[in-house]
């Protein structure tokens, strides 16, 4: 079958080429892919990535071949799929642990952006706890898992403080379900029970200062690139700033993620944002001209020849 796979000698690194049909394990589903979205995260990773590898996280598709040892969904299924590599191809094969069962008829344009941004979103939020009328802060708004925090906090009752450097989107913002907007943390007067950030740098440092006693910082992101600079005592506990955290996680090997993915595909109202849609074939020079976005997030459909 066809797939794209790392080829350091082809223009942005990505040559399509023929590889071996997947080979599942008795956990794994064979499944038709027919539309992948690319991450921040597959793009940075593909410099490192051994030739031939085919890379890829998000997909979504249809379930060829269910899995042996009869878990997920069974053959002929619509789902989202997210995997550490594979999915930049016509077939991948995926741990049902990190396969949701999709709507019939839902566009799998639209799929392929949920995995890795709408699951990190929402077990940022869950991992805050109740927020029902508490202030939540999300840092990076304006990111693809930034806009799904915003919505998932809105409708789980939190008072949205986003904060993203381009005023142009705060109306935007506001209407997913922000209740405030900034351009910084700093900036932002009253404390919060929680924040989920995708900046780093300055943006962790000022949001972790802004928690209230038992508050959290969910780390999702480093977009920044600069260090965590924390100031002398920033540790420090006192009746105003006892018992903070931050947290991390890593979405892949986090549990009960194939019922959040088909939690999110099921909801037809979460707005993914506009999206730059493209065939498939056009990855490689995508990538070679540097990721640009004509509109939102790149999102590419996958032909299926009858040759596969």
Not at 128 to 157: I, N, P
Not at 180 to 206: F, K, M, N, Q, S
């Amino acid at each position: 079958m066809l797939a794209w796979t790392t080829d350091p000698d082809a223009p942005g690194g990505l040559a399509l080429a023929d590889v071996p049909e997947p080979a599942p394990a008795p956990h794994e589903a064979v499944v038709r892919i027919d539309a992948f979205a690319p991450n921040p995260g597959d793009l940075a990773g593909l410099a490192a990535a051994a030739p031939g590898t085919v890379p890829g996280w998000d997909g979504s598709g249809v379930v060829l071949a269910a899995a042996a040892d009869g878990s997920g969904p069974p053959a002929g299924t619509p789902v989202l799929v997210l995997g550490m590599a594979g999915g930049w191809a016509r077939r991948r094969a995926v741990s049902t642990a990190m396969i949701g069962s999709a709507p019939a008829g839902a566009p799998a344009e639209r799929l392929a952006t949920l995995p890795v941004p709408g699951g990190s979103a929402l077990r940022a939020v869950r991992s805050l706890g109740s927020v029902l009328g508490r202030r939540v802060l999300v840092s990076g708004a304006t990111s693809a898992v930034g806009r799904f925090a915003v919505q998932l906090a809105a409708r789980s009752g939190a008072h949205v403080v986003a904060v993203a450097r381009d005023t142009a989107r705060h109306e935007e913002l506001r209407r997913l379900g922000a209740r405030e907007t900034h351009t910084e943390p700093r900036t932002v007067v009253d404390a919060v029970h929680g924040a989920i950030d995708l900046i780093g740098g300055r943006h962790l440092v000022d949001a972790f200062a802004l928690l209230g006693p038992g508050g959290t910082v969910i780390s999702l992101g480093h977009a920044a690139g600069t260090e965590d600079v924390f100031p002398a005592g920033a540790f420090l506990g006192d009746p105003r700033t006892a018992d903070r955290t931050i947290r991390t996680f890593f979405l892949a090997s986090e549990p009960g993620l194939a019922a959040e993915l088909t939690l999110l595909a099921a909801d037809a109202t979460l707005d993914a944002g506009p999206l730059d849609v493209r065939p498939w074939t056009e990855l490689g020079a995508w990538t070679a001209a540097g990721a640009p976005r004509r509109a939102g997030r790149a999102v590419f459909l996958v032909d299926h020849p009858q040759d596969g």
